[in-house]
């Protein structure tokens, strides 16, 4: 068996699959409708709707499967992730990669494999509509076109999603987005009974840059600026776009030492963005760092209006 490979944008794309804070919910009539209609057109005994996290593939929509989720290191979803266009297997009996999958080898003894990537936006696919049988087989032309455009039927309801909690320039969590994982968050850190840490930012001179440069190179500012939270701030469960220029990360089971840790190598990838990307201006940013404990009574608004105070303290400090 060969296990499926992790795509250079990995982070970025479980942001992405994170933020649509999808994984784990009911299922709905509108995947599960897709669901029926390709398991009944193309005669296969299992269908799905396959969302693929860090180290699972979870079934927003299944037919012919009990199980929620499995692993992702077995799984044929895994490989369809890395690419765009549909991966069949016709045969998983004579695939170097699959021939000794557990899956193949044990219930459900998946012989043919269809898979459609399922993309948020070019480069960034979060899983898969798919299709296994236990018997081998071939799709025609007709058929594969049928797939695609069931896959793209799935595509639409869950960019439908996406277009209420991401922010459209940045790609990242927009307020609201930040809003309801944060707050997911927070429950998870009050039931585990970890501390957590909000770190505000705000760009300085991000006004000059629009006027003296013009509103593209702001925008172009506002993205290298959200890529370097989401590479820096891969530990994090959540970080977002407040609006305008100001950007907030929460961080789970964290204190003074990890957030000054992550704020490090926050810093040293601005300085190096700086150093290489040869503008006629620098990306600067004032910062509010806040820590609470799990049995905080505040909410996630105040604790950002909590950051939000530290970083214009420090500001205040920068102008003396």
């Not at 509509?129 to 071939?138: E, W």
Request: aromatic share 8%.
């Amino acid at each position: 068996m060969i296990k499926p490979e992790i795509p250079n944008n990995e982070a970025e794309r479980l942001h992405a699959l994170r933020a649509l804070k999808i994984l784990d919910t009911s299922h709905e009539e509108r995947f599960d409708r897709v669901t029926r209609i390709a398991k009944r057109m193309f005669n296969v005994s299992i269908s799905l709707v396959t969302l693929i996290d860090e180290d699972r593939q979870w079934f927003k929509s299944r037919q012919g499967l009990d199980a929620p989720e499995l692993p992702r290191e077995t799984s044929f979803c895994g490989h369809t992730i890395n690419q765009d266009e549909l991966l069949i297997i016709p045969d998983t009996a004579q695939d170097e990669r699959f021939f000794d999958n557990p899956f193949v080898t044990g219930d459900p003894k998946v012989r043919f494999y269809a898979g459609f990537p399922l993309k948020l936006r070019e480069g960034v696919i979060i899983g898969t509509l798919c299709l296994a049988d236990n018997k081998p087989r071939q799709l025609n032309d007709e058929e594969k076109q049928l797939l695609r455009d069931l896959g793209t039927l799935v595509e639409r309801e869950i960019q439908s999603i996406q277009l209420a909690t991401i922010d459209e320039l940045t790609r990242i969590s927009n307020r609201r987005g930040f809003l309801n994982l944060a707050e997911h968050t927070l429950n998870v850190c009050r039931r585990n009974k970890v501390s957590m840490s909000f770190i505000l930012f705000d760009l300085n001179k991000f006004k000059q840059i629009n006027d003296i440069y013009g509103h593209h190179e702001g925008d172009f500012v506002l993205n290298k600026f959200a890529q370097i939270m989401l590479s820096s701030f891969r530990d994090c469960e959540v970080i977002g776009r407040l609006g305008g220029d100001e950007f907030v990360a929460m961080l789970s089971d964290s204190d003074e030492t990890k957030a000054e840790f992550v704020l490090q190598r926050f810093a040293d990838a601005i300085a190096h963005a700086n150093n290489t990307l040869n503008k006629p201006y620098k990306i600067d940013y004032s910062v509010g760092v806040t820590h609470f404990k799990h049995d905080t009574g505040k909410s996630v608004e105040d604790m950002i209006q909590d950051a939000d105070v530290a970083m214009y303290q420090q500001k205040k400090q920068q102008s003396l």
